[in-house]
């Protein structure tokens, strides 16, 4: 069993899959199809010495390892995506010869049809909602100091006042536009799931998200989906709707086998 070499699991798709040779090479020596009674795993011979057990466990602290691995894994399953339905794998899937690649179809047989099922024929779409963040006021130095400037510090804490009300709608409205805007999307939708919303230093964009969803959109109600997506301009003041995809569904693969190490 030792013998086998590591076989890096990308995806699953239906039988009888194809592997496009202008995949090539990405983590290891190229891409393979492995069958078993109706699916189809795209995988790849991987090093040891990153994929054993240890080594791995190692790698998955080192971002800059991960960031290449997670690139070569999202082509190879955007690339997939064009051609079929696919289901794609967790990151750093790796199991030992074609026999636990075998296994790992097996065990996960039912999962894997039902979610090829459920994907054939959709895309998933993003929508994310930002708030736009008013600018800091300055604070005035005579704020708060002394009885002679008892009344502008008294205006200042008024103004402090009314700003925190003024945000606290704004923060209102924004949870009611998103809500509903999230409950108007899903109805288009086959599915829909609620990611936390994004922080700033990970989006990189201006605003603080409030809404970071995805929805399950079957092919023929796209254009319905997307009729129901106001453009920024048309939903509430300070708000600002970003749209992507289409992407293949990671987010409505929950239930797909992967992260296990087949030994």
Do not use: I
């Amino acid at each position: 069993m030792k013998d086998e070499p590591l076989l890096y699991v990308y995806a699953v798709v239906r039988s009888p899959g194809t592997v496009d040779p202008l995949f090539g090479a990405t983590l290891g020596t190229g891409l393979a199809a492995v069958d078993h009674r109706g699916l189809t795993a795209l995988v790849e011979p991987v090093p040891a010495a990153e994929f054993e057990e240890a080594p791995l466990r190692a790698r998955l602290e080192d971002l800059d390892w991960l960031a290449r691995v997670a690139r070569a894994h999202h082509g190879v399953v955007a690339e997939a995506g064009r051609h079929s339905t696919v289901v794609p794998l967790r990151l750093a899937t790796v199991c030992r010869g074609e026999p636990g690649v075998r296994r790992l179809l097996e065990e996960g047989e039912h999962s894997l049809s039902e979610a090829l099922d459920r994907l054939t024929g959709a895309h998933e779409w993003g929508v994310k909602l930002y708030v736009d963040e008013p600018a800091a006021r300055p604070v005035p130095e005579h704020a708060g100091s002394g009885t002679a400037q008892g009344g502008s510090g008294r205006d200042y804490l008024r103004r402090r006042l009314g700003e925190q009300r003024a945000r606290q709608d704004a923060d209102d409205a924004a949870a009611r536009t998103a809500r509903h805007l999230h409950e108007a999307l899903a109805r288009t939708a086959a599915d829909a799931v609620l990611h936390p919303p994004q922080q700033a230093t990970l989006s990189r964009a201006p605003g603080r998200n409030v809404l970071n969803a995805a929805y399950l959109v079957p092919d023929e109600s796209r254009r319905k989906f997307l009729d129901t997506l106001p453009p920024s301009e048309d939903v509430h003041n300070g708000l600002r709707v970003v749209l992507t995809g289409p992407w293949v569904p990671y987010s409505f693969t929950r239930t797909a086998p992967g992260e296990e190490t087949d030994r």
